[in-house]
């Protein structure tokens, strides 16, 4: 039984602090936001960068720092490709279960890796007393959750039912997620590819999120 939203409903939008970013506004270029948690992973991450390469999207890589660390050259061609990246905690900590001091200093330690402004709390979990903490201690940050989760985490599913979530629900300004990861890669392989190829066929242009 799926236990979380493939599409995250209007009320949770208005139910977030001011400045939280749930989805984009549509524009000329009737954009949409690729993004992927969890990375850098020395074979997933760059095998995500090389389909994205293929229709010249750029995207958005939200990064545990831990990885960042073990992984640098990974994390480097990500740069090096023009995608942008976010701060993703250390270790990928839950914000609900953690204490605010150590949580923030977590989120320190990953940005001795991550030079970004842009944060994304695992698992969308961020306490409003976090998040008031985190405008204190970077005024700069920018908090983005999603507005589709595209479920590749999830065992349970196919990579057909992963794909059939993100294009059910696709429009502009959608920030749509994806996990460059062990777990998701066995639906990832397929759903990415997919979507890469609805949203060229469709003119949606793949843009990263805005720094």
Same mark, same amino acid.
């Given at each position: 039984?799926?236990?979380?939203?493939?599409?995250?409903?209007?009320?949770?939008?208005?139910?977030? =602090?001011?400045?939280?970013?749930?989805?984009?506004?549509? @524009?000329?270029?009737?954009?949409?936001?690729?993004?992927?948690?969890?990375?850098?992973?020395?074979?997933?991450?760059? /095998?995500? %960068?090389?389909?994205?390469?293929?229709?010249?999207? &750029?995207?958005?890589?939200?990064?545990?720092?831990?990885?960042?660390? &073990?992984?640098?050259?990974?994390?480097?061609?990500?740069?090096?490709?023009?995608?942008?990246?976010?701060?993703?905690? /250390?270790?990928?900590?839950?914000?609900?279960?953690?204490?605010?001091?150590?949580?923030?200093?977590?989120?320190?330690?990953?940005?001795?890796? !991550?030079?970004?402004?842009?944060?994304?709390?695992?698992?969308?979990? %961020?306490?409003?007393?976090?998040?008031?903490?985190?405008?204190?201690?970077? =005024?700069?940050?920018?908090?983005?959750?999603?507005?589709?989760?595209?479920?590749?985490? @999830?065992?349970? !599913?196919?990579?057909?039912?992963?794909?059939?979530?993100?294009?059910?629900? !696709?429009?502009?300004?959608?920030?749509?997620?994806?996990?460059?990861?062990?777990?998701?890669?066995?639906?990832?392989?397929?759903?990415?590819?997919?979507?890469?190829? /609805?949203?060229?066929?469709?003119? %949606?242009?793949?843009?990263?999120?805005?720094?």
């Amino acid at each position: 039984m799926v236990s979380y939203w493939v599409k995250t409903p209007q009320w949770l939008h208005r139910m977030s =602090p001011a400045g939280v970013i749930w989805e984009m506004p549509p @524009d000329e270029d009737n954009s949409v936001y690729l993004t992927f948690d969890d990375g850098p992973h020395p074979e997933i991450t760059r /095998y995500v %960068l090389d389909e994205l390469a293929k229709y010249d999207a &750029k995207a958005t890589f939200f990064c545990v720092g831990n990885n960042v660390a &073990k992984h640098a050259e990974t994390f480097k061609a990500v740069k090096a490709a023009g995608h942008a990246i976010g701060n993703h905690t /250390y270790n990928h900590l839950n914000g609900w279960k953690t204490a605010n001091t150590h949580y923030l200093k977590n989120i320190a330690q990953a940005a001795r890796h !991550i030079n970004s402004h842009l944060f994304r709390p695992p698992y969308g979990r %961020l306490k409003l007393s976090q998040y008031r903490k985190l405008l204190k201690q970077t =005024p700069q940050s920018k908090v983005y959750m999603w507005s589709i989760l595209s479920g590749d985490f @999830d065992t349970c !599913i196919s990579a057909a039912q992963c794909t059939q979530n993100v294009l059910s629900h !696709i429009s502009p300004g959608a920030i749509i997620v994806f996990h460059d990861s062990e777990k998701a890669f066995p639906r990832l392989q397929t759903a990415l590819p997919e979507v890469l190829k /609805y949203c060229f066929d469709n003119g %949606l242009r793949m843009k990263s999120l805005p720094m």
